[in-house]
């Protein structure tokens, strides 16, 4: 099984700062990999796919990049809106999920 | 539009079995997979298995041996089953529908308890 290894698991940032989100797949998994968002009480929301492609509607704040085995998620601009957690999944070989990170506000 | 829907009891006893329904609309099982993803709370996520279009099922291998997935497709239903449940089982429960790998819409959960 592919694991997945997501960092930082907290994450306290200003408003306006640029936050990156990391994540580290035991093998390489060809691009397949999303972010989501999730706020609390809600079901996770996708961000992006296919490593860097932005889903529909979400603010082009939100970017991600990386292969192989490393991928990230960048926010530029950190806007209140964007307090939540985040996680990654790998869809290459079935499915895994990264533990997620925390954002909160400084 | 594009809904999934999961129901099932809120309080399971330690042992017993656990079967969730994922009523879906706005789609065709034989078009797209649907996964079960759960979430302890306070903690991350967990894929569980997936149904594919064909009906062929995939598992998470820490689950494989208690977990079941099948589905109705005249009711647009997908059905979980997982039995010798433990207090660790305690979890909201989602059902997710497949766009390509990623997961693009996802039910509002059901939170369920293991509990005596």
């Known amino acids: 099984d592919i694991q997945m290894t997501q960092s930082p698991a907290s994450l306290s940032a200003s408003l306006g700062e640029t936050v990156t989100i990391e994540c580290r797949a035991s093998?390489?998994?060809?691009?397949?990999l999303a972010w989501y968002q999730q706020k609390p009480g809600k079901s996770p929301q996708l961000l992006i796919y296919?490593?860097?492609s932005l889903h529909t509607g979400v603010p082009s704040r939100f970017s991600g990049s990386g292969s192989g085995t490393q991928y990230s998620l960048k926010i530029n601009s950190l806007q209140s809106e964007d307090v939540a957690s985040y996680f990654c999944?790998?869809?290459?070989?079935?499915?895994?999920f990264g533990a997620g990170t925390k954002l909160e506000l400084k | 539009q594009v809904q999934l829907k999961e129901s099932g009891p809120g309080l399971v006893q330690p042992s017993q079995t656990l079967s969730l329904t994922c009523t879906v609309s706005?789609?065709?099982?034989?078009?797209?997979?649907v996964s079960w993803v759960r979430q302890p709370p306070g903690k991350g996520l967990e894929w569980m298995g997936v149904?594919?279009?064909?009906?062929?099922?995939a598992y998470n291998s820490l689950l494989k041996s208690r977990l079941s997935i099948s589905r109705d497709i005249s009711k647009s239903q997908v059905f979980l089953k997982m039995n010798s449940l433990q207090t660790e089982d305690t979890a909201t429960y989602y059902c997710?529908?497949?766009?390509?790998?990623?997961?693009?819409?996802w039910g509002q959960g059901v939170m369920v308890t293991v509990s005596s």
């Open positions: 997710a529908r497949g766009h390509g790998g990623y997961l693009l819409y």
């Open positions: 706005g789609f065709s099982l034989t078009s797209y997979h």
């Open positions: 149904i594919w279009t064909g009906g062929s099922t």
């Open positions: 093998e390489d998994i060809y691009n397949g």
């Open positions: 296919n490593a860097n």
């Open positions: 999944q790998q869809y290459y070989d079935y499915y895994t």
